[in-house]
């Protein structure tokens, strides 16, 4: 049974750039959360996915959007980057009868 | 916004010996989680414990929360080096739905 997959694990991109993130949730898991992790700082909640609708949002500029398959995938889109953007980006995903989440391994997005 | 802070920052121990992190929150929870993450990776679950909880146990790792003083404690026992890790606590708020808010996390470095 694989688990939370996410793709890809490392990315460079320059200011201005446009990108677009992947997360495979676990088999059995239909809500996908996704996570903002700056360099030595704990993960920052950006938003929910749940029947392909965003169900929850944290305190994340429009520029962070995304989107959720029927088949629970999901992506995250971030556009206009900004250096401040560099981090770790963590994809999250639990069944609704359940608190806890399952992380993927992460990607790392690098801004020049 | 981080929701709960760690204490300490960093802890070095020797090996063999026990490492405590405490954490401290600031709105009521539902439940309370703590992940382990290994040099920048996904982070790994750890232990569940529920508001109407006090005490939880899994094989070398004790946790304890008091919803009164907002504060939870991770004991490790008998460390080794392999626990050489960040240990983060995080919330599940009563009003959110699986939406975690992340301590900053503790560095632990388990020396030989």
């Known amino acids: 049974d694989a688990g939370v997959t996410q793709s890809p694990t490392h990315l460079i991109k320059t200011r201005g750039q446009q990108v677009t993130l992947r997360c495979s949730p676990k088999?059995?898991?239909?809500?996908v959360s996704w996570y903002q992790q700056a360099l030595g700082q704990g993960p920052q909640f950006i938003f929910q996915?749940?029947?392909?609708?965003?169900?929850q949002r944290g305190n994340f500029p429009d520029r962070f959007s995304g989107h959720q398959f029927p088949n629970y995938s999901s992506e995250l889109n971030v556009n206009a980057l900004l250096l401040g953007d560099s981090a770790l980006y963590l994809c999250a995903s639990s069944g609704t009868t359940t608190s806890r989440q399952f992380f993927g391994p992460g990607t790392r997005l690098t801004v020049l | 916004s981080q929701q709960g802070e760690e204490d300490p920052q960093a802890l070095s121990i020797q090996e063999g010996k026990n490492a405590t992190m405490n954490c401290s929150y600031k709105?009521?929870?539902?439940?309370l989680q703590w992940y382990r993450q290994n040099s920048g990776r996904g982070l790994v679950h750890l232990i569940l414990i529920r508001s109407n909880e006090r005490e939880k146990h899994s094989g070398r790792l004790r946790v304890t929360l008091d919803t009164s003083k907002k504060s939870s404690s991770l004991l490790i026992t008998a460390s080794r080096a392999a626990d050489t890790a960040s240990y983060f606590c995080a919330t599940d708020p009563i009003q959110g739905a699986q939406k975690l808010v992340f301590g900053q996390g503790t560095r632990l470095t388990i020396n030989p």
């Open positions: 996915y749940y029947e392909e609708e965003e169900r």
């Open positions: 709105t009521s929870i539902n439940n």
């Open positions: 088999s059995g898991h239909d809500t």
